[in-house]
């Protein structure tokens, strides 16, 4: 009879099985983090094309418009997943000043501190922390 069995014992699988274990328990959350900053830098994309939109809009009635004027003039802002996008317009000074809100939907509401994200006309980016420089 041959006495050297070859494989891996059920200790040594154990080990590797604990091992693996250990590894996807910090690696998937770090994963889902990097998952929501590449949502968030799709919406800062957005609100970014929207102040274009709004700047052409401008160039074109000497004011900035809504949503509904953007939208009639074909200059929509797009869309990203797991965001919802809106336009603020001032009633007292429309044509110096609008605001663009990015508000975050879903699974996109566990990135802390970035779930509501606003550009301005005077290229205000709020919060700060969420935006990259």
């Given at each position: ?30 994963y ?89 006309q ?12």
């Amino acid at each position: 009879m041959n006495s050297s069995a070859r494989g891996f014992t059920l200790i040594e699988l154990m080990i590797v099985v604990v091992v693996v274990a250990v590894i996807a328990m910090f690696a998937y959350p770090a994963y889902l983090d990097q998952v929501r900053k590449g949502r968030r830098a799709e919406a800062q994309k957005v609100l970014l094309a929207g102040q274009i939109a709004e700047e052409r809009y401008r160039s074109y009635f000497n004011t900035y418009g809504d949503e509904a004027s953007l939208a009639a003039e074909n200059l929509d802002l797009g869309d990203a997943d797991f965001f919802n996008f809106s336009i603020t317009v001032s009633a007292a000074s429309a044509a110096t000043h609008y605001t663009i809100q990015a508000d975050a939907t879903g699974d996109q509401l566990k990135d802390t501190g970035c779930t509501t994200m606003t550009l301005d006309q005077s290229n205000v980016m709020t919060p700060a922390t969420c935006w990259k420089r």
